[in-house]
């Protein structure tokens, strides 16, 4: 395999799909005309639940008509994903029942154990145990699933003797399959789930499925936070202890926080040591970050500080802005960061935990780790508590930034595009404010409590909010009301649509001087302006805050796809992009 496949798969293997889709799309997009590298952009699409992509790209790359068996099985499993996202019902046992009918026709043309396994388990799923457990009897016969070699061949096996009910030759299978060379993160998370959806249509008993599942368990993803402290040999080497203790129970391998002297350094260290993934959010630029959250305790701590910078695996800024004195800034990037982890947590299928070293005093305002640990507890997650004890907190604070006193908040900001507005022919533009811009108009009024600022000029709207959740209600209510809009009256075809974009994160709130009303203005504004013209027609996309926020607020209500890196317009940079859907 060629370097990119190879660097693709290591990625998809850790559970990190958005630089798995990152690598294998900037590498066909450079001329890799590798079949794998297709097969892995179409797995890892698919793996992030966009199966629409995932199918539109299966049949673009011809993987319908590959001479691989694994290849041709992608369909089918996007298949088995739709299935398994409806309601129960005679859908989905039709849906299950298609699945199972196109990894069975694959299992007949090639003999492969791929498609023969994922038959038996969606045999089972759609009601034909009899079917399910005779083919996986004949599986189990197979001398390479028998006597397997690799992590994938075990865990064959052991779905096999699952589907058998032979519950305690599953477990050891499992365990085999733990030890074996290639095993791995991602390909663990996927088992797991398979395995979990037939202990349910077996009625196997929890306690005992988690037993059997116990040795396969992927790493706990982790968002970590704490006080800032002076050096201190002593009280570091007892709170690394705790640290440790906590990562080794918890086989805690991904974390997500920032990095600041004292607590954040010293976990961040225990991952590095450990070969865990280690990923930074800062809240501003660099500079600024070392002379408000390192230096004030001590020289030494930079050293460490740059150390752990350069051994992360990935480093985000929550904004690319200065220091302006607003404590919403460090509470911004700690909500990003949280969002990151759980969104990673969601592909790996475990539930992420927070690490706090903390004093357990509460505090009244936006940033610390008092706030990290409401938040984050808020919206339903799980914190363990490291004492902080006699860390000495005498930090020598820098001189803050004149505020102005200018009142600053964090909020979303929407902005809309129709592209070719300004080639409409004039006798068109009644038929476009009262058709187009009158049904945009209507969905906004239905949230006069929620909407903080908005404003129109030509074919643009803008409009802003303080919830995310709420924001991206109103994006995805605007893009339904235009769904049955008859474009032709404005003399266009079809494929034309709104353009919307949307990001969220801190600004300046004031009143605009020429109009008197309430507006925002700032660094993250003049962000959220350039997402929408590199939007399709159509669709709504979203910054990678924006869908860190959302999964973390509402996880439940509304779906953020992947689209990659995604060079933003008058040359502002690349960003990673998401597209919004609801559930």
């Known amino acids: 395999m060629g370097q990119n496949v190879d660097q693709t798969k290591s990625a998809i293997d850790k559970g990190n799909l958005l630089l798995a889709y990152d690598l294998a799309r900037v590498a066909i997009d450079n001329g890799d005309d590798s079949e794998e590298l297709r097969h892995l952009l179409v797995l890892t699409l698919a793996r992030m639940g966009d199966g629409s992509q995932a199918m539109a790209l299966y049949h673009e790359y011809g993987l319908d008509r590959s001479s691989n068996a694994h290849h041709r099985s992608i369909a089918a499993r996007i298949l088995k994903d739709a299935a398994l996202a409806l309601p129960e019902g005679n859908n989905r046992h039709m849906a299950l029942t298609s699945a199972y009918r196109a990894y069975a026709d694959i299992y ?68 085999m399959a733990s030890q074996m060379a290639d095993a791995n993160s991602g390909a663990k998370s996927s088992t797991i789930r398979q395995l979990a959806l037939l202990a349910k249509i077996l009625r196997l008993d929890e306690s005992r499925e988690n037993d059997m599942l116990a040795p396969i368990s992927p790493p706990t993803v982790i968002h970590f936070a704490g006080h800032m402290f002076l050096e201190d ?55 600024d970050f070392i002379a408000q959250s390192v230096l004030p305790a001590g020289q030494g701590w930079i050293a460490r500080f740059e150390k ?101 908040g964090l909020a979303a900001y929407l902005f809309t595009d129709f592209p070719g507005f300004s080639k409409l022919a004039e006798a068109n533009l009644p038929a476009f404010w009262k058709g187009v811009m009158g049904r945009m108009a209507s969905v906004l009024e239905q949230y006069p409590d929620q909407i903080l600022a908005k404003n129109s000029w030509g074919d643009a709207v803008l409009a802003i909010t303080l919830d995310a959740p709420v924001a991206a209600d109103i994006a995805l209510a605007l893009q339904e009301s235009l769904e049955d809009f008859d474009y032709e009256l404005l003399g266009l075809s079809e494929g034309t649509g709104m353009r919307i974009g949307v990001h969220y994160g801190p600004a300046y709130q004031t009143q605009d001087l020429i109009t008197g009303k309430t507006t925002f203005y700032g660094t993250e504004v003049s962000r959220a302006a350039r997402i929408e013209p590199v939007t399709p027609p159509g669709a709504v996309f979203v910054t990678e805050p924006f869908a860190a926020i959302l999964v973390l607020e509402a996880p439940d209500q509304f779906k953020c796809r992947y689209v990659g890196n995604v060079e933003f317009a008058k040359g502002y940079g690349t960003y990673p992009i998401y597209r919004l859907t609801a559930v």
């Open 108 to 175: 007949e043309a090639s003999g492969d154990a791929y498609p023969a396994i994922n038959a038996a388990s969606l045999a089972l799923l759609s009601g034909q145990k009899s079917q399910a457990q005779e083919l996986a009897s004949a599986i189990i016969d197979r001398s390479e699933i028998a006597h397997p070699k690799s992590y994938y061949d075990a865990a064959t096996l052991a779905e096999a003797l699952l589907i058998n009910e032979r519950v305690d030759e599953a477990a050891a299978a499992l365990f």
């Open 233 to 287: 040999a002593e009280v570091e080497a007892q709170l690394r202890s705790e640290i440790n203790g906590f990562l080794d129970q918890n086989n805690a391998d991904f974390a997500y926080g920032s990095l600041a002297a004292g607590s954040d350094i010293l976990i961040a260290e225990a991952i590095i040591a450990r070969g865990g993934e280690l990923h930074v959010t800062l809240p501003f630029v660099k500079d």
């Open 308 to 408: 752990c910078l350069a051994a992360a695996k990935s480093v985000h800024f929550a904004t690319e802005m200065n220091y302006v004195g607003d404590a919403a800034q460090f509470g911004y990037a700690s909500k990003v960061a949280m969002g990151m982890a759980k969104l990673r947590s969601e592909y790996l299928g475990t539930p992420p935990q927070q690490l706090a070293i903390w004093d357990e005093l509460p505090v009244d305002g936006p940033a610390g780790t008092g706030a990290d640990v409401k938040v984050w507890a808020d919206f339903g997650g799980a914190t363990t508590v490291i004492k902080a004890g006699v860390i000495n907190r005498d930090l020598a604070w820098p001189v803050q930034p004149d505020t102005d006193n200018l009142e600053r």
